[in-house]
């Protein structure tokens, strides 16, 4: 019953709704990264001579890229389903876009994050702190140790390869890996589970004929 009462507002946002929201958080994000960046005199990280990576940035940007979806694809078949969920919000988020969709919006996300917390507030407050700071903003998995502790670990990844490697556009294709890996097995799996209910409801369909 509490779980239902606590999915309940997820429930009635549409998931048109909840992506134009993801997109005015990201929106926010840019704002508040550039607002910092002007008053506090933090320069500019996105330089595209920067993207010309050694490969011991490339291999520390893809592992955790390549490696963090796979793990929690894993997690998912090893752990209690409640450990795992996040209320159903990244599967409303991602499980109707199209690849080319999720493409970009986890580049947007991955874009607006990297620039706030490691182009900006890193090069304020240090890496833990800012580490924690964004930890604590994936508020919804705050109750979720598994979830939390994946985020915390993470966040605390991405800030060591910015100040390892001193480029944006190392831990930028690391986060955007990992939210665009996993937005595409969601997507996948609604689809899936979207055939085999019409594949269901047809059978049911032709026995009653």
Request: with cysteine.
């Amino acid at each position: 019953m509490r779980n239902s009462e606590k999915n309940n507002w997820i429930d009635q946002i549409t998931p048109r709704e909840l992506l134009l929201n993801v997109y005015f958080s990201q929106s926010l994000f840019i704002v508040a990264a550039f607002a910092l960046a002007f008053f506090f005199n933090v320069s500019f990280p996105w330089k595209l001579n920067d993207l010309d990576l050694s490969g011991y940035e490339w291999l520390i940007a893809i592992s955790p890229g390549l490696l963090l979806p796979f793990l929690s694809i894993q997690l998912r078949k090893w752990l209690p389903e409640e450990s795992l969920d996040d209320g159903g919000i990244n599967e409303k988020i991602f499980g109707s876009l199209s690849y080319i969709h999720i493409f970009f919006l986890t580049g947007v996300i991955a874009f607006a994050e990297e620039w706030l917390f490691r182009g900006v507030l890193q090069s304020l407050l240090g890496l833990v702190l800012t580490s924690m700071i964004f930890a604590v903003l994936h508020v919804r998995y705050i109750k979720k140790p598994v979830l939390f502790s994946i985020v915390c670990g993470l966040s605390f990844w991405l800030g060591l390869i910015y100040e390892m490697t001193d480029n944006i556009w190392v831990p930028f294709i690391a986060h955007f890996l990992i939210d665009f890996i996993s937005g595409c097995w969601i997507a996948k799996q609604n689809n899936s589970n979207i055939n085999i209910t019409n594949s269901e409801s047809g059978s049911v369909d032709q026995d009653e004929e």
